[in-house]
């Protein structure tokens, strides 16, 4: 089996008629783990909405590809059923549909008619998931996201992450508003997912995640590009050193969206 | 009545049915004066949804049906509504009861369910005592009238003092042909008993223009508890007149409604409970969809009369296509009903442009020493709740299908009965789908 790739090349997005990613880059292959890092404002999350299809967001320029297939000629679900998944910075709230039967229904849905998951199947892999998360049963029970905490919502779009398998991750500051305990435990199950055919590009501006996710590649995104690239040194240095330094080399004076 | 008789049907007609029937003499005098008064009475108005031009006059009254007698000779549809074990069933096809078992027990400890029909003969005077009393008079309009005149169907049940009935008590009634159904439900629980009752509507064969008159009267006395549910499922060509009214004159009794309402045609839908006891509660769910060019109009009145009585009314309706549904809810606290409580909801999913849908949260209060609230709302699909389900690359109509079902949820879990709550979630699926 050929390794998954997602390849963006010179994206350009827009949200209500403003330029936010101007230019963006990248290929995440199976077996790898890439950090986009940068400050607020700087457009990681429209990177990661633009690319699941989020309906506010207007790709006016450039391309993406999943395993060679054109991702912007697909519908949000085929682009999910093509292997790609977003754990969201703001998951939905849907009140009537219990977590269990919504991750049972997507993984159906990522599988053939007739062909569906028995149901002793699921719960044992759902109770197995959630016992690595650390997640209470309840949960199973409780309406998608409902009255959730932001932290359980965290826990529970990695809980997604490890019931659907899906070849290239994309996570969006699935580390804020976590304790540090709760960071190891959402590093664990993503960690449980490490190989050739599982590639990540996780989006943080912390660098406390990555003390548990080893990532091979750093980049800082700055007005809507990554503007600087390398290895986990990065990711320690700018932890380290904040910035700065980098906008002072390349002589950025605003790093937001917006300002050049 | 025969085959040939065109409306409208005369006093003869009416008397000579009534005799036919074996029906007590203050039976047949309501008939007759009451089908007096159909012409010169009018049609009820729904708020907001002109009927005026609806045809509520039957085609064919003669029923023409061959009771089994048995559960084996019951039709698929009615098989496929009661589930496996049966312990209470009443099924009627156009009136005529076609099958009837009640668990022993229960006969036993002196509660009654049977057929209006044999009820009249056998009880009359307790029959005669509630029948179209409070909760429903037949001078209220047209439609009433016609009602008491025609009565062709339905059910008796009687639950004794102190009688806890802990089986649930399922009638399904079947509409076949042009049949013209008028229904009637009597639920009688007397002090501290309590007693489930779940009836479903359905049309069977293929389905030509047809009306339904369904009336349903609950008295619940001191300390009593009657849980109603129902699921209406008539066809497209069935215009439907439905009024289930509970008058709750005891002390701390309870009425809990779980009607869904998944008629094809159009409807008109009344649910009123008139809470007079000190202490008595009223709670009211519903579900309704509206597809293809169905109108229709439901109405949820809870009336307070007695102090610290509680009233809760929840209605969730979905519109499709080119459907029409008006959801009005009345909650009336009367001067002297201190320290009532009276809550409601209706919340209506539009989902397409050409749907109509309106929903109307009515708080008329006349009492000072009350507590009220209501919140009402018209919407479409959260098109971010689509985006998050179809990120897992759940379709988009698969993705509809579960908001629905989940906009729905908080209604039809209530539900009391599992079987029925099943065969209402298959109903909306078949709906929505």
């Not at chain 1, 350009?12 to 101007?22: G, Q």
């Not at chain 1, 998951?117 to 892999?125: A, C, E, P, Q, V």
């Amino acid at each position: 089996m050929t390794k998954p790739s997602l390849k963006v090349e010179d994206l350009h997005v827009s949200i209500e008629e403003k330029e936010i990613l101007k230019g963006f880059g990248i290929e995440v292959k199976g077996g790898e783990i890439h950090a986009i890092m940068g400050p607020n404002g700087t457009g990681k999350s429209t990177l990661a909405s633009a690319l699941m299809g989020h309906p506010k967001y207007e790709v006016t320029s450039g391309k993406a590809s999943l395993n060679g297939e054109d991702l912007f000629e697909m519908e949000v679900d085929e682009r999910a059923r093509a292997g790609l998944f977003l754990a969201m910075q703001y998951p939905s709230e849907v009140s009537g549909v219990t977590n269990a039967d919504f991750v049972r229904s997507a993984i159906n849905a990522n599988r053939d008619e007739g062909d569906e998951i028995s149901l002793m199947k699921f719960i044992r892999r759902m109770d197995e998931k959630m016992k690595t998360l650390e997640m209470d049963e309840s949960f199973q029970h409780r309406y998608l996201n409902e009255g959730f905490s932001g932290g359980e919502k965290k826990r529970n779009e990695i809980l997604q992450l490890l019931m659907l398998e899906p070849k290239i991750a994309i996570l969006d500051e699935i580390d804020s508003g976590l304790d540090i305990d709760a960071l190891k435990v959402v590093a664990k199950g993503i960690n449980s997912l490490k190989g050739d055919d599982f590639g990540c590009l996780i989006i943080t501006h912390y660098q406390r995640l990555l003390n548990y996710i080893t990532p091979d590649f750093v980049h800082v995104m700055m007005q809507g590009r990554i503007v600087k690239s390398g290895g986990p040194e990065l990711a320690e240095r700018l932890e380290a050193e904040g910035y700065d330094w980098i906008k002072e080399e390349l002589g950025i004076e605003d790093e937001t969206v917006g300002q050049e | 009545m025969t085959a040939e008789t065109k409306f409208p049907v005369t006093q003869n007609d009416v008397a000579s049915f009534s005799k036919d029937r074996q029906e007590p003499q203050w039976l047949t005098d309501l008939r007759v004066s009451s089908l007096e008064k159909v012409e010169s009475l009018e049609l009820p108005k729904p708020d907001k949804t002109n009927i005026a031009k609806w045809n509520f006059t039957p085609h064919q009254l003669e029923a023409k049906v061959e009771a089994a007698g048995n559960i084996e000779g019951l039709s698929d549809t009615v098989k496929g509504l009661i589930g496996e074990n049966v312990q209470t069933l009443l099924a009627q096809n156009n009136g005529v009861t076609t099958f009837q078992k009640v668990d022993a027990s229960l006969t036993e400890k002196g509660v009654i369910f049977t057929d209006i029909q044999t009820a009249v003969k056998e009880h009359s005077d307790l029959v005669q005592k509630y029948f179209m009393q409070d909760a429903v008079s037949a001078n209220e309009h047209k439609l009433t009238a016609l009602h008491a005149a025609l009565m062709n169907g339905g059910t008796f049940i009687y639950v004794p003092k102190n009688v806890e009935v802990d089986v649930p008590l399922q009638a399904v009634y079947t509409q076949e042909g042009n049949f013209g159904l008028f229904n009637h439900v009597l639920i009688v629980a007397e002090a501290n008993s309590s007693v489930t009752y779940i009836e479903n509507y359905v049309t069977e064969g293929t389905p030509v223009e047809a009306v339904a008159n369904i009336i349903a009267e609950v008295y619940v006395a001191d300390g009593a508890t009657v849980n109603f549910g129902a699921v209406d499922n008539l066809s497209t060509e069935v215009t439907t007149y439905v009024n289930r009214r509970a008058h709750v004159p005891g002390r701390d009794a309870k009425v809990y409604w779980a009607l869904g309402q998944m008629n094809d045609g159009n409807t008109v839908s009344e649910n009123t409970t008139y809470l007079v006891g000190e202490g008595s509660y009223g709670d009211t769910k519903t579900v309704a969809i509206g597809r293809g060019k169905q109108v229709q109009n439901f109405t949820t009145n809870i009336i307070h009369f007695g102090k610290n009585s509680d009233g809760q009314i929840l209605k969730h309706g979905v519109m499709r296509d080119e459907a029409t549904s008006i959801f009005n809810g009345v909650t009336k606290i009367e001067h002297g009903a201190t320290k009532s409580n009276g809550e409601q909801t209706e919340r209506v999913l539009m989902l397409s442009e050409k749907a109509r849908g309106d929903a109307n949260p009515i708080l008329l209060i006349d009492e000072d020493d009350v507590t009220a609230g209501h919140a009402a709302s018209v919407g479409k699909i959260d098109p971010l709740q689509m985006f998050y389900l179809m990120s897992r690359g759940i379709s988009r109509h698969e993705a509809e299908r579960l908001i629905i079902h989940g906009f729905l949820a908080p209604v039809v879990n209530e539900l009391p009965i599992e079987s029925v709550k099943e065969q209402l979630i298959e109903v909306i699926e078949r709906k929505v789908d």
